[in-house]
């Protein structure tokens, strides 16, 4: 299973992945990503919170990437993800935010 960081090009994320220290994390951002990055598989290309689709496009994109656990580091994702909690729950995804990190 995978953890997914979003916020890819923030450095808080790539200092939480250095403090998570586990192979299986994956870097996702809806703002632009270098597209070498992207075509590595390095970082991952996510829905735009702004979009009225983006719970339902994250949980697809969780169950299609085996990911079992979210730390959405932009408050907008975190505020979306936060109130379709039991929605992930259903699915075994954790939606883990700063107060828990």
Known sequence: MYTLITAA????????????????????DYEELPEFLLNSGKMISLPNP?????????LTL???????NIYPLRQNEAELLLNSNQLFAEYGISIITDDKI
């Open 9 to 28: 090009n923030s450095s808080l994320a790539h200092s939480l992945k250095s403090k998570l220290g586990t192979r299986h994390i994956l870097l996702g």
């Open 50 to 58: 702004g979009e009225a689709s983006y719970v339902h496009r994250i």
């Open 62 to 68: 969780c169950l299609d990437k085996n990911i079992d």
